[in-house]
C-alpha cells in the first residue's frame, strides 16, 4: 500500500468536495479547481475526510495512487489557503515593475522583458522581490520557473533572479582569489 496514497484527507470547514466518474472538483473561498482521475483510481468522501484508494496492485495503479491523493490534498489547500513563491532579483541596474497583468523586468538586456501572468495568477512586486500567488500549486510553480528562466542567477557575480532562500553556488574568478 502506498505510504502517501492510504492517508486519508481532511476536508476542512467551507469546502465542498465533488466527485464524478471521472473528476474531482474541489470549490472553497478562495475559487474552484479540478483534476480529472487517474484510471484504476477510486475516490470517495466519509464524512470530513476524502478516502483514495486503487482497484487492484498493477505497478501503474501503484504511481498513481500517491499521485492522485497529493494532487487532491494540494486542490484542497489551494481553495483554503493558496499558494505562493518568492523571486529575488539582484544585479546593478535590474529592475521590476508590475503593469495590470504583466510584469516588465528590465535584466541588463538591450530591451525589457514582459511576462503576461496567466488567468488566476496574481503577483506582488516590492522593490526587487517578486511575490506569484494562485490556487493551484502547479501552476504558480510553472509561472515562477519561467520567470526565473529569463535570467538564472551567474555563479560569478549572483546576478539574476532566484527563488527566496535559494543557494546560489559562488565561484572563484580567474586568479583564484577568494
Known sequence: MSRIGKQPIA???????????????????????????????????????????RVDDQKKHKGNHGLMRTLIANMVTGVTEGFQKKLVVSGVGYRVNLAGQSIKLYLGFSHEIEYKLPEGIQAQVDQMTITIQGINKQLVGQVAADIRALKKPEPYKGKGIAYEGERILRKSGKSGKE
Open 11 to 53: 476536508v476542512p470547514a467551507g469546502v465542498t468536495i465533488t466527485v464524478d466518474d471521472s473528476s474531482v472538483s474541489v470549490k472553497g473561498p478562495k475559487g474552484e479547481l479540478s483534476e480529472k482521475l487517474q484510471k484504476g483510481i477510486n475516490v470517495k468522501q466519509e464524512g470530513d475526510e476524502i478516502i483514495v484508494t
